[in-house]
């Protein structure tokens, strides 16, 4: 699974489905469930946030715990 950040290449029609076609990957439009932060093109730093937060690798760190309460 790759993930795909920001507004540029994440707006394009198709742009999704011809990487994962080149790549032979699944693509993934990373965005979080915020509100005012879902829009692609003005979260991709909060987007791999959210995901590195989110992720089941790994120990929960004390900076997952503390963005866990906010």
Do not use: H
């Not at 707006?11 to 994962?20: C, N």
């Amino acid at each position: 699974l790759y993930s795909l950040t920001g507004g540029g290449i994440s707006f394009i029609r198709g742009a999704k489905e011809a990487f994962g076609i080149a790549l032979g990957k699944k693509i993934d439009i990373v965005k979080p469930d915020a509100p005012l932060a879902e829009n692609p093109s003005l979260s991709a730093a909060w987007a791999l946030l959210d995901k590195a937060l989110k992720s089941d690798k790994g120990k929960r760190s004390f900076w997952s715990n503390v963005f866990k309460k906010i």
